[in-house]
């Protein structure tokens, strides 16, 4: 089947499946495969439960007419996210970075809201099944799209941008994540860089938090360019801690304060970002404050809770060298009171592993605290005399034993080390 002729029947059924146990009525149900499964052998029970269409790559197991046989199920989906993509006149913004990516996408997503049907990628479906599906649930009434792109080698970022053809871009920074893959820092700046060489290539623009120099030096030769900062920018603002939520007070032109229920300074460069890509298409300061303060993390960014007599700042989801230390800094030098750590091993690190725990484990003791708890194998042999577990199982186990009383605690750890459990 060409791709126009199998783009017709998307648009008659235009919602997409690869999980048969999420299916419902009237979807097409793509059946990717992966190490341990083929969702080849799904198809019938997909047809059964009244998906619409199946396209598969095993014709052995087309046994309806319904069955789309392809050469690579991976493939076609992208290339139809492509098509798709290519039917839009409107602008498409590409968001990638090491720490603060999904956050910043939905605070664009929020403050263009505002003025536009705004279409961005949910949660962080944001790699090479994510990035196709995020294009096609884009619909004919969309005026913006949002597309977020996270990676973890060379290549992947420019392989999605060819699939998602972005006029706009933002890095929103280059820390030490996914080392194992990109092979140090050189390599997460060259593999981030991968959407400005694009933009660069493609004549796009690209949105520039100028407090990052590396950034000036990746954007070189990109003609338009919008900035935003402390100084030295298009669009300004000043960081104000209120206790623990971050306040951002926009200067020049735009003085206004945004009151955000944001947790840690280290966010105010996600809430320049989207005050400068807002005003860039020209929605009025006044909606862009309202989107902001109207925004709520959870899944746990940046989230603060109260549970009985403790506070939490839960920032759980992920957690690499830089994000890790940005967090603990602004923690030590919020006003809390009994201020305790909870804190877990940093996945990707490959052969820098033992060393960068080794140095998060010096930046904890410069501090005093109530009390640390260290999780993770990361953290074996170099938790010095802090209470340490393989497990957050086991981490729970002992919190309910030895419940806190009356603590504020950061939880910071990779999205594996599962550090909610703790949280209870």
């Given amino acids: ?21 999420k299916l419902q009525p009237g979807v097409i149900y793509f059946a990717l495969s992966g190490p341990n499964f083929d969702g080849n052998t799904f198809a019938a029970e997909a047809l059964a ?28 989906l992208q290339q139809l996210a492509k098509y798709h993509r290519q039917q839009f006149s409107i ?36 790699n090479h099944i994510g990035v196709p599906l995020t294009l096609l649930k884009i619909k004919a009434d969309a005026g913006m799209a949002i597309i977020e792109m996270g990676a973890n080698h060379q290549k ?11 006029d706009y871009g933002l890095i929103t920074n280059c820390g030490k994540a996914h080392i194992e893959g990109f092979g140090g820092i050189e390599g997460v700046r060259k593999g981030k860089g991968e959407l400005f060489d694009f933009l660069r290539a493609n004549g796009g623009l690209v949105f520039r938090n100028t407090s990052l120099e590396y950034l000036d030096g990746m954007a070189k030769g990109i003609a338009s360019q919008v900035t935003y900062g402390t100084d030295n ?42 005050v ?64 305790a750590l909870w804190i877990g091993g940093m996945k990707e690190m490959g052969t820098a592993e033992q060393e960068e725990h080794q140095q998060l484990v010096a930046l904890i003791a410069s501090y005093t605290w109530q009390s640390v708890i260290l999780v993770g194998k990361e953290f074996k042999g170099l938790q ?14 002992f919190i309910h034993t030895h419940p806190p009383q009356n603590s504020s605690i950061l939880v910071k750890g990779s999205r594996g080390s599962k550090m909610e459990l703790m949280v209870s």
């Fill in 91 to 126: 602008p498409f913004i590409a968001i990638t970075g090491s720490n603060g990516k999904t956050t910043t996408k939905e605070l664009i997503a929020a403050v263009l809201g505002k003025k536009y049907v705004t279409y961005a990628t949910t949660g962080n479906l944001n």
């Fill in 276 to 339: 400068a890509v807002g005003r860039h298409f020209g929605v009025p300061v006044a909606d862009i404050k309202a989107a902001i303060e109207a925004y709520n993390p959870d899944n746990s960014r940046s989230q603060y809770l109260q549970k009985g007599s403790n506070t939490f700042i839960m920032d759980a989801y992920n957690a690499n060298p830089t994000s890790m230390r940005a967090a603990i800094l602004n923690f030590a030098n919020a006003a809390l009171p009994n201020k």
């Fill in 1 to 21: 089947m060409e791709l126009p002729e199998l783009y017709k029947i998307y648009l008659q059924h235009p919602q997409i499946e690869t999980d048969t146990r």
């Fill in 233 to 274: 920018a298009t669009y300004l603002g000043r960081p104000v801690m209120d206790g623990v939520f971050l306040k951002v007070e926009l200067g020049g032109n735009e003085e206004t304060t945004i009151n955000t229920n944001l947790v840690g300074e280290y966010n105010f460069p996600n809430v320049m970002a989207a």
């Fill in 384 to 397: 010095g005399s802090y209470p340490w577990f393989e497990t957050s199982a086991e981490a729970a186990a």
């Fill in 49 to 76: 439960k009244g998906a619409a269409y199946v396209v598969m790559d095993n014709p052995a197991l087309a046994t309806d007419a319904r069955c789309i046989v392809v050469p690579d199920v991976l493939q076609t």
């Fill in 156 to 166: 992947e970022i420019a392989s999605y941008c060819e699939i998602a053809l972005p």
